[in-house]
């Protein structure tokens, strides 16, 4: 009967499964074929040239993605840091507050990502909300903080919460209390029990978060040019100038390839690392 049961979900899985892959490899496959083409070629229809992929060195491509991968991994470690607490708190603490405070943070991704950074715009900007109203009560003003690094790295953190949030505090629902209650009994610290029981047993919670986190970071730009004004040029900038402004599809293609190839590699490894059976839930 299971046998049975198997065969018919994977038979009535089968279409949408084809139509999911062919929507998502297709694009993919297309911009891998344009990245070896000629610069500023519109068409399949010519010899293969990797010229676009040594301009990634030549014209300093390369410090768009450094400087891409590097705020995402400084905006993945300040998310891990300031969600645990709360994701311990909607795991463990807070019980039926939690659905209030899921449904809180949810009901933010309701509203459209670059109307929530233009609010930061309007509240931070020199004259703003903050800056305008300090001095107007105290006749001193101070510098905006916005087009800067630090301020694209909170646009991430703050756009990214959720992202971190919910599959952190899935994972520290999956420390049994029986573990961590005898680990007290035994005369273990607040710390030791953080470090050598939740943490490890909340690795896959972890993973997960860090990796959506940072993969979505990476590949950012609307924090860039909204809140940094560009002083910082991210990866994702470049290739959508290569693509509208430039017209050099190929150049654009071998600026995707090369981050679709680096995030892939990352997800891949730490998917491997990951007991997914187990933080979906299905296996105990």
């Known amino acids: 009967m299971n ?60 410090k768009s993605l450094l400087w891409s991968l590097g705020m995402a991994l400084a905006s ?14 909607m795991a463990k603490v807070f019980g039926r507050f939690t659905l209030v405070l899921t449904i809180a943070v949810v009901m933010s991704l309701f509203v459209s990502e670059n109307i929530r950074l233009f609010g930061w715009v309007l509240t931070l900007m020199k004259g703003g909300l903050i800056e305008g109203h300090f001095r107007a009560w105290t006749g001193v003003g101070f510098d905006s903080p916005l ?6 790295i909170f646009g991430l953190v703050y756009v990214y919460l959720p992202f971190m949030l919910f599959p952190l505090a899935q994972g520290i629902a999956m420390v049994p209390d029986d573990t961590r209650q005898a680990a007290y009994d035994l005369g273990a610290t607040r710390w030791q029990v ?38 910082v040029i991210a990866i994702a900038d470049d290739i959508e100038t290569a693509f509208t402004f430039g017209q050099n599809w ?7 390839m090369i981050l679709i190839v680096i ?9 491997s690392k990951v007991d997914l059976d187990a933080i979906m839930g299905r296996k105990r």
């Open 3 to 62: 046998t049975l049961d198997r065969k018919l979900g994977f038979l009535s899985s089968l279409p949408l499964a084809v139509v999911l892959i062919a929507s998502f490899l297709a694009p993919m496959a297309v911009v891998a074929l344009f990245s070896i083409m000629p610069a500023k070629v519109f068409s399949l229809a010519n010899m293969p040239d990797f010229s676009a992929y040594s301009v990634f060195f030549k014209q300093g491509y390369y």
């Open 76 to 89: 993945t470690a300040i998310l891990l840091l300031i969600s645990w607490p709360l994701a311990y708190g």
């Open 147 to 152: 087009y800067g690094v630090g301020i694209i």
């Open 194 to 231: 953080l470090w050598q029981i939740e943490v490890p047993l909340a690795a896959p919670g972890i993973v997960v978060g860090s990796l959506l986190s940072f993969v979505l970071a990476a590949g950012a730009l609307a924090e860039s040019k909204i809140l940094g004004g560009q002083a």
């Open 250 to 256: 190929p150049l654009g293609s071998a600026l995707s």
């Open 263 to 271: 995030i892939g590699g990352l997800a891949l490894f730490g998917v």
